[in-house]
């Protein structure tokens, strides 16, 4: 019998492969940080596993997500998002961005790792839109690890409150401007030597969802 020949993956069939991959690990990663730390999310885990991989696939077509990984291990994870058009009419969708989602593993807390995460998704989001300067997020009040975190980096509180949660909790919003200095090629360079130093230190890469790791 003839045997025939394999036929090579198509750079598409690998793609969507890739795809469905990154989809899987978003739902997983989620599923994990909610269930890690439920005080600091609106979606609850029952949500989470409702979800259907489709719907991850388009979050990431959708939106800038990176993770931290550690092996096969997300222990790292945030977003950066468009506004959305029915609650941020005021905010400019070409030069702004919402940051949601951000979580670390308990583990690697207190290590600056969280900082390093928040610069590389800046520096991933500026690449792929460069006349975005300005990230906002929304924080819940009695989060004062995340509060402290935002506040180091340079984040202002706007004194905006939304109450309407669902879960009875004040969110405070904080807004974060970036200025040319920010994005120069000194501070890139360095923040790379530090995700790096991530690397040899604590095993870690960072890596854009739908793209390749540092």
């Known amino acids: 019998m003839t045997g025939h020949a394999h036929e ?4 598409t069939e690998a ?15 989620i599923h994990k940080s909610v269930s890690a730390s439920p005080e600091a999310f609106l979606t609850t885990v029952t949500d989470v596993e409702a979800t259907s991989i489709d719907y991850w696939e388009e979050e990431i077509a ?3 997500w990176v993770v931290i990984e550690r092996g096969e291990e997300v222990v790292g994870i945030a977003v950066a998002r468009q506004p959305r058009h029915d609650k941020d009419q005021d905010v400019d969708p070409n030069t702004a961005r919402f940051i949601e989602s951000v979580w670390i593993d308990p583990g690697l807390r207190g290590s600056g790792i969280s900082e390093r995460l928040m610069k590389f998704l800046f520096e991933v989001e500026c690449e792929k839109n460069p006349e ?3 990230f906002m997020l929304w924080v819940f009040d009695g989060n004062g690890h995340a509060i402290r975190l935002y506040e180091r980096m340079g984040f202002k ?3 905006l409150r939304n109450v309407d949660t669902g879960g009875g909790w004040t969110e405070r919003k904080y807004q974060l401007t970036l200025d040319t200095d920010a994005m120069k090629a000194a501070e890139k360079e360095e923040n790379e030597d530090a995700r790096r130093e991530d690397l040899r230190q604590s095993g870690v890469t960072y890596r854009v969802l739908g793209g390749n790791s540092e």
């Open 8 to 11: 090579p993956e198509s750079s």
């Open 15 to 29: 793609g969507q492969e890739t795809g469905r991959r990154d989809a899987q690990l978003l739902q997983e990663a």
């Open 62 to 64: 959708s939106s800038t």
């Open 132 to 134: 975005v300067r300005q």
């Open 157 to 159: 509180d706007t004194t």
